[in-house]
């Protein structure tokens, strides 16, 4: 899963791409308004967390023109500002949940996974695909109940399509969805993964869908 981290203080950017990465996710991170909306509006991002004092397009216009472009993805702010107005004006924007600074990580990255879940129908921690279940607490993908040891890209990997149960993901989807700004991107690449996510999870842990894509076991329509 790929987050966007939209902050104009270096420190801060850095320390919830660290703690995002910890967590399972890929974070790329912006600076400034215009880089943000240019970013969210030509990549693909499961979430972005957005603060609102931004030099060059402040927070609230970002959004604003993210959601009149019909850009979904959750949108959680990250801000200073903690008054209540303020709070109901992101809101009002289009923001899907509101951090005020300080903030403990933990609680970050509780509200990350939790808005993830939301945004694909998801309501409860644990998510169950046939023999499959993601624990998201705790980065775990369990067959048949049995915690199975997985690389963070294959892990990455499983919980998206788990997360997106129930229909196929095409091959550039998943690439868009795994990899960060500077990562190589290569469809053999993510043949490879799949290869040895199958041999772990068993051979029917991700089905193909042959010039369509790929599903998580058992769920696809």
């Not at 775990?140 to 997985?150: A, E, F, M, T």
Request: aromatic letters at 6%; hydrophobic letters at 45%; one cysteine or more.
């Amino acid at each position: 899963m790929r987050i966007l981290v939209v902050d104009d203080e270096p420190r801060i950017g850095a320390d919830i791409s660290a703690a995002l990465t910890a967590a399972g996710y890929i974070a790329d991170i912006a600076t400034d308004g215009e880089h943000a909306w240019f970013q969210g509006d030509t990549e693909a991002y499961d979430l972005v967390i957005l603060d609102l004092g931004l030099p060059k397009m402040d927070g609230l216009s970002v959004l604003r023109r993210w959601r009149e472009a019909e850009r979904h993805m959750p949108v959680l702010i990250l801000t200073a500002r903690g008054a209540w107005p303020e709070r109901v004006e992101g809101i009002d924007a289009g923001a899907d949940d509101y951090l005020a600074k300080p903030f403990r990580m933990e609680e970050l990255i509780a509200r990350v996974r939790a808005l993830i879940r939301r945004s694909t129908g998801h309501g409860a921690p644990v998510i169950e695909a046939g023999d499959l279940s993601l624990d998201t607490r705790h980065m775990q993908v369990l067959c048949r109940g049995v915690p199975v040891s997985l690389s963070p890209l294959e892990y990455r990997l499983m919980a998206y399509l788990i997360h997106q149960k129930g229909r196929v993901v095409s091959p550039a989807e998943l690439i868009e969805h795994l990899y960060g700004d500077g990562d190589a991107r290569e469809a053999n690449a993510l043949e490879a993964v799949i290869a040895r996510l199958r041999k772990k999870l068993g051979p029917d842990a991700v089905e193909t869908r042959r010039g369509f894509g790929y599903a998580a076991p058992g769920e696809s329509a």
